[in-house]
């Protein structure tokens, strides 16, 4: 269940993707490839998601693709079936936890409050997605988990920029971010794949 760590280990910035087409998931991973970001966070928002999730764990081996958005055991034994290799979730509940870790479906659960953060730690947890960053405290609010909490390390997401993610990367215990900007809605409608690579490159070197 902790294996989610090792996502970190790839670079300093997880991409959040919503995908409206199939046919755009292809492209889309292979842009951010390019650019050297390998974890790809493709969102269950759309209709779509779990057949772009199994179209780029086919065509792109190399790719570390999972499902963000994981509300349930049954989301999370379609993710699996689909070719995702780790699951995110918006918040936590046992049952999510429990189901994944019946499939072997590394979870990296989302948390908010210190009380998330220990129902996540008894059930083996320690690296959880902070969500909303922004709107749940941002750098305070992590600084202040680091108190109680100093064997605990999170992702950060929601609201971050490219501006705003080396701060938060800067916190001893942050390991990586997650980040709607480098899939801009616009850049995806119009197949601008060049765009995704740049953005991709300056996300991957935040902390080189």
Not at 16 to 40: C, H, N, T
Not at 53 to 62: G, N, Q, T
Not at 125 to 151: C, E, N, R, V, Y
Request: hydrophobic share 50%.
């Amino acid at each position: 269940m902790t294996d989610t760590l090792r996502l970190a280990s790839h670079g300093p910035v997880i991409p959040v993707i919503v995908l409206q087409r199939v046919q755009d998931a292809v492209p889309l991973a292979e842009a951010l490839l390019a650019g050297g970001v390998k974890v790809l966070e493709v969102t269950m928002r759309t209709p779509v998601a779990l057949q772009c999730i199994e179209a780029i764990a086919k065509a792109l081996p190399e790719a570390e693709v999972g499902a963000g958005t994981i509300r349930s055991a049954a989301d999370a034994q379609a993710a699996l079936d689909a070719g995702s290799r780790f699951a995110v979730s918006p918040g936590y509940t046992a049952e999510v936890g429990a189901a994944c870790r019946r499939i072997g479906l590394p979870l990296l659960p989302g948390v908010a409050t210190a009380s998330e953060v220990m129902a996540a730690q008894a059930d083996g947890l320690s690296f959880l997605k902070f969500f909303p960053a922004m709107q749940a405290g941002g750098i305070p609010m992590l600084k202040a988990l680091g108190g109680p909490f100093p064997d605990v390390v999170f992702c950060p997401t929601g609201g971050i920029s490219l501006e705003t993610a080396p701060q938060f990367l800067a916190l001893p215990n942050v390991k990586v971010c997650g980040g709607s900007w480098l899939t801009p809605t616009d850049a995806v409608a119009a197949g601008d794949w060049a765009r995704i690579t740049r953005l991709a490159r300056e996300a991957q070197a935040l902390r080189a």
